[in-house]
């Protein structure tokens, strides 16, 4: 709401000079990565990959629980695919035992159904268990492979058959197209016939999935017996044997023997999104850790960059208040000059907040043997602009002096020289003549504070007829008060800053001026000194200068 | 020394109330000083805007002015045909009286 209206000059300046500074120091070595980032890249690396591994591992968990339950299910389908084929061969040999192998048209009319293209079979037989030629009753389709076997291996085969309860299978039977051949026999105990039944395997032993079928997705090998061997493969769905990869297997019985049921998956069971789904989740943790590395990375620089500006700018204000005091103790005089029969004494405080300059001054101008002129002013504000009106009032003062002009004329001439309106500084001057030989002072008022006498443990005021501050008004005028001093006594000019705080009234100023101005002895100079130490210990936010002078005893 | 020039940041508000006849009042609370003197330029701006016979500045509840402070209200003393300071803190019309200027902001003796 209130924007500070320090020196707009002193700011410049500043900025300037800061700006050199910080392109001097552009070449400081800065840090390549901060640990920090490093951390953070490092946890989030670390993160990603074990995020990774557990949804690999979860994937591949649940690719194997589908692929077993899958290879379950096959197996159930085949297993109930099983009887289609039995039944037939069952019935039929059951039918023809029951006539003691006169309705040989059952077995006829029962299983030629069967025997056709896209049927189970190519071939079925009913055959005497102890037939003595070893050759089928009858043959429905082709001619059964198992008539062209060796007969003793035809012998064995029909007694098994007899004997099992179930299905009996007699395996694989090789040639240009190699055939699966099993039989039933009746399960009365003294069975005499045997329905034997061949079915071929698909060509090259290669089953075509549809795209659309239970099995899409997953390839899968039926084999003969318990174990993959290739010879006894009934069927695949690829020529790549034996499968390999995740593998799940299920065996089914199949009369006498067992089918085995071996599954692997074709692709991902789970979906394509399942399984890039450990890639996209180490994509997007690395995304997400050198996307917030780089923030983070960015956020420390640019607070690297601040500190460093900082740091830079309490050097540079630091430099610049030791410069503003410089200058103002340049523009002010750092000794009076030695006036016989005078002691004459000056301090000046800088204020302790800012680095502007004050536009506290005080000067002693000689103008012949018997006098000199005293002048304590203070312009309003601070900073440089202030304190240039201050240098060049004093001057004027100076000038106007030396022309031989009084206390009251020098005020309404400085009071030409500046416009409150316009420069927005005013100032409070209090000129003082000091007749030496006569013991008078007079003394012209702008404003000013009064100043003050010490004689003894007393403080009085030296009354003046106190006109406006200069820049006030232009046709400002000023009275002169002519004042006899005591021997012994110690006049003390100063600026406001002496005994105005912000928070304390001016007569608890007044009252710690009258403590450590109290004792007498020693020398003025001893006493600006106390009285600068009881200020000090209260610190002013103001400037301060104090002009003392005494009669010499 | 921080915590001084805290304090002195925003330490004041100033109100503007136009009354009858030409005249306007500008209500200072608060410090008057570097820190603050632009919240006052501003009210004195709306305030002689047109430029009013009377303005008046109501000080009473100024605790503290300093000379760029005083600076200001000696601007703005410009900017109207007669410019008062009614009522003011006692630590107002001390710095008033102290600096010659009672006369000028109509504050007797």
Redesign the interface.
């Known amino acids: 709401?209130?924007?500070?209206?320090?020196d707009s000059a002193g700011e410049d300046a500043a900025l300037a000079e800061a700006d050199g500074e910080m392109s001097d120091s552009g070449g400081r070595r800065r840090r390549l990565v901060h640990l920090t980032t490093i951390i953070v890249v490092a946890t989030g690396v670390l993160l990603t990959v074990v995020l990774g591994v557990a949804v690999v591992t979860a994937r591949d968990n649940n690719e194997e629980r589908l692929l077993r339950q899958r290879t379950r299910e096959t197996a159930a389908v085949l297993t109930a695919a099983l009887p289609g084929i039995q039944t037939p061969l069952a019935s039929s040999v059951e039918v023809v035992e029951e006539s003691a192998g006169a309705d040989q048209q059952a077995f006829l009319r029962l299983l030629t159904p069967l025997v056709e293209a896209g049927q189970p079979y190519v071939s079925a037989s009913l055959w005497r268990t102890d037939s003595e030629d070893l050759q089928p009753l009858l043959v429905i389709g082709d001619a059964p492979m198992l008539a062209s076997r060796p007969p003793a291996e035809i012998q064995a085969f029909l007694e098994r058959s007899r004997a099992a309860t179930g299905l009996a299978v007699i395996g694989l039977l090789e040639g240009d197209n190699p055939r699966l051949g099993y039989a039933f026999s009746s399960t009365r105990e003294a069975s005499e016939f045997v329905a034997y039944a061949e079915a071929t395997l698909p060509a090259n032993r290669t089953s075509v999935v549809p795209s659309n079928s239970a099995f899409a997705g997953l390839h899968f090998a039926v084999y003969l017996g318990d174990h993959e061997d290739p010879t006894q493969l009934l069927t695949a769905s690829t020529p790549d044997l034996p499968l390999s990869g995740a593998l799940a297997s299920e065996r089914v019985a199949f009369g006498d023997t067992s089918l085995l049921l071996v599954m692997t998956p074709d692709g991902a069971l789970g979906g394509a999104l399942l399984k890039m789904l450990p890639w996209l989740v180490v994509a997007f943790g690395l995304v997400t850790t050198f996307g917030s590395a780089t923030l983070i990375e960015w956020l420390l620089r640019r607070r690297d960059d601040a500190e460093r500006l900082s740091e830079e700018n309490a050097r540079l204000y630091a430099n610049q208040r030791s410069v503003a005091q410089t200058l103002q103790h340049s523009l002010l005089p750092d000794r009076v000059p030695d006036v016989a029969g005078l002691e004459l004494a000056f301090r000046y405080l800088p204020g302790?907040?800012?680095v502007d300059i004050g536009?506290d001054w005080y000067d002693v101008i000689p103008l012949d043997d018997d006098r000199l002129m005293f002048v304590v002013g203070?312009?309003?504000?601070?900073g440089l602009h202030a304190g240039t009106v201050m240098a060049s009032l004093r001057y004027s003062i100076r000038a106007f002096a030396s022309q031989g002009d009084m206390p009251a004329t020098v005020l309404a001439k400085l009071t030409r020289l500046l416009d409150?309106?316009h420069d927005?500084?005013?100032a409070?001057v209090l000129c003082v003549v000091v007749d030496i030989a006569g013991r008078t002072i007079t003394v012209a008022?702008?404003?000013?504070?009064n100043p003050i006498m010490i004689l003894g443990d007393a403080i009085h005021p030296v009354e003046t007829k106190?006109?406006?501050?200069i820049?006030?008004?232009r046709d400002a005028t000023y009275e002169t008060v002519t004042e006899a001093i005591p021997p012994q006594a110690t006049l003390l000019a100063f600026t406001?800053g002496l005994f105005?705080r912000?928070?304390e009234?001016?007569d608890d100023g007044l009252e710690r001026l009258r403590e450590s101005a109290r004792s007498t002895t020693g020398s003025l100079d001893e006493l600006l000194t106390r009285i600068v130490d009881a200020q000090m210990h209260g610190?002013s936010?103001?400037d301060t200068a104090i002009l003392g002078l005494r009669w010499q005893q | 020394m921080a915590a001084i020039d805290d304090e002195s940041f925003v330490n004041a508000t100033a109100e503007v109330h136009f009354g009858d006849e030409g005249s306007v009042v500008i209500r200072v609370t608060g410090e008057i000083d570097i820190a603050t003197a632009d919240i006052i330029r501003q009210a004195v701006a709306v305030a002689t805007e047109p430029r009013p016979a009377r303005l008046v500045f109501d000080l009473l509840a100024v605790d503290f002015i300093d000379s760029s402070g005083l600076a200001v209200l000696l601007e703005a003393a410009k900017t109207a045909d007669s410019v008062r300071i009614d009522p003011a803190s006692n630590i107002v019309r001390r710095v008033i009286e102290a600096t010659g200027l009672s006369e000028m902001f109509g504050m007797g003796i």
Do not use: C
């Open positions: 709401m209130a924007p500070l209206t320090s302790v907040g800012g536009g203070d312009v309003s504000g601070r409150v309106a927005r500084h005013f409070t008022n702008a404003g000013h504070p106190v006109g406006v501050p820049g006030v008004t406001d105005e912000r928070g009234s001016v610190s936010d103001d």
